[in-house]
């Protein structure tokens, strides 16, 4: 048939879109609707097992053969429309509709959708974490320069960095995991939004679908869309955390501080020497479409009435999904990127001090000598501007001392406390402070982060668990009424 023009250019080009994702889902939901209105004494038990063994064959279905072709408005009738066919049953027979509107049937399939998405990308970002902390302790010992506001600033190391952030990796998977318990709420039940006369139960379906609980307000259910501009602004912050790790390391790549791993390069196609590390570019433009993808969730939910419309639900999906999909690459590639990432000529003590980044620890080993830190501040300060801290002698540092804090004798301790901290960058290794770059700290950091990564992914792998169990669950309640 001839499509309208409003058929060809929005209806089929969301029908095209959404089929994939929404079509398992609906089918699952829809039998654990059709297995509770039997048990409830809704439906003939005849009738249901019928309607169940279409649904059973359009487990098989492969939602990507399917097309739009106008006869029906959307996935929802076109599921309706091929149980029928699948059933033998005339349309006017079927009642899988019974109790359930398009809206609750909507909020609920969109709540599965996102919660297998996020379940993946949790499963991403928990590898991606693992395998940081598993560098972060290797290269606890590797001295390198750390930056601030693009200078160089301080010795730390490769392991304290990479520590930092797996740490920012456990805060983002604990708030995703917080996300799936918020997501997991089944709206099953609402219908339209004010529920229904007839003696349902949503506990039932939430439970065969392997929802927690169910939503508290059948209003808030089919209208609220606080979960989808949560999982879309989520996305977009670990996204951004992960965006500015990728930045410092092409640095640390053009400096030849680590190794450029070959699998994550792309060559020249007129310079022969070159092997560019275009995945962590390809990671920062990621995260700038996540952050547009968030920008969109919210203007549409932001523009749309506090009910049920398609700009607050389902046209924000298709960004959501996008979004969730883009996030799991995302943290794929990171951690496929660290498991192969190596140093390469990580700086010399000499570069190190060179640069005048040691003058911080310099001045404070002048303040464990008693002097003020201010002071302590003042002599480092027209010690590097009058040459490099290898060029510094005793004589040079009483005089500083005298001129700049009016200290008329620095001990011999002192002055060589000051000149070990000034030329030998790695002592920053004995560091003793719990959250710093030292040697042993760190390696008791990666303990900590790791426990707290653990505890986050045990409870998310227990909801993984259980909707395993759900899925067995439902299938046998089904097979029962199918067998009668």
Not at 388 to 407: K, Q
Not at 440 to 458: H, P, Y
């Amino acid at each position: 048939m001839t499509l309208t023009t409003y058929q060809q250019h929005h209806l089929r080009v969301v029908f095209d879109h959404h089929v994939t994702r929404l079509y398992p889902a609906m089918v699952k939901a829809s039998e654990a609707h059709v297995v509770m209105l039997a048990e409830q004494g809704l439906v003939p038990a005849e009738a249901a097992a019928r309607m169940l063994r279409g649904l059973v064959v359009l487990r098989d279905d492969e939602p990507g053969s399917l097309t739009y072709d106008g006869s029906v408005e959307d996935v929802y009738f076109t599921l309706e429309k091929r149980l029928a066919e699948a059933s033998g049953m005339a349309t006017g027979e079927l009642s899988v509709q019974l109790a359930r509107s398009r809206n609750d049937l909507d909020a609920g399939v969109f709540r599965m959708v996102l919660r297998d998405q996020l379940l993946e990308v949790v499963a991403a970002l928990g590898t991606a974490g693992a395998t940081l902390l598993e560098r972060a302790d290797r290269y606890a010992d590797v001295v390198v320069i750390g930056y601030t506001h693009r200078r160089p600033a301080q010795p730390t190391t490769i392991g304290h960095v990479l520590a930092g952030y797996a740490e920012a990796l456990a805060g983002e998977a604990a708030a995703y995991a917080a996300l799936l318990a918020e997501m997991n709420r089944s709206p099953l039940g609402s219908c339209a939004f004010a529920g229904t006369d007839l003696d349902i139960s949503s506990g039932r379906v939430a439970e065969l679908l392997g929802f927690d609980e169910i939503v508290v307000n059948s209003y808030e259910a089919v209208a609220g869309a606080d979960h989808l501009m949560r999982t879309s602004a989520l996305n977009a912050q670990a996204l951004a955390t992960g965006a500015r790790l990728a930045r410092t390391l092409m640095d640390w790549l053009s400096w030849e501080w680590v190794r450029t791993p070959e699998e994550f390069t792309q060559g020249s196609s007129i310079m022969p020497q070159k092997r560019n590390p275009v995945v962590l570019e390809h990671l920062v433009s990621m995260a700038g479409a996540a952050a547009a993808d968030a920008a969109s969730v919210f203007n549409n939910v932001g523009a749309a009435w506090w009910e049920d419309s398609n700009n607050a639900t389902t046209d924000v999906q298709a960004r959501l999904w996008d979004s969730n999909d883009r996030a799991h690459r995302f943290f794929s590639l990171l951690g496929g990127l660290f498991q192969l990432l190596e140093p390469l000529r990580p700086p010399t003590s000499e570069a190190v001090v060179a640069t005048g980044a040691t003058t911080t620890a310099a001045a404070d080993a002048l303040t464990r000598h008693g002097l003020p830190f201010r002071a302590a501040h003042s002599v480092v300060g027209r010690l590097i501007r009058a040459g490099e801290p290898a060029t510094w002698t005793p004589e040079a540092v009483r005089a500083e001392a005298r001129a700049a804090a009016g200290a008329e004798s620095l001990s011999d301790a002192a002055v060589a406390d000051l000149v070990a901290a000034a030329l030998r960058p790695e002592l920053v290794l004995q560091r003793a402070q719990a959250d710093g770059p030292g040697e042993a700290a760190v390696r008791n950091q990666v303990k900590q982060i790791g426990s707290t990564l653990d505890e986050v992914l045990s409870r998310v792998a227990a909801l993984r668990q259980r909707l395993q169990d759900a899925d067995a669950t439902l299938a046998g309640a089904v097979a029962q009424r199918v067998a009668r």
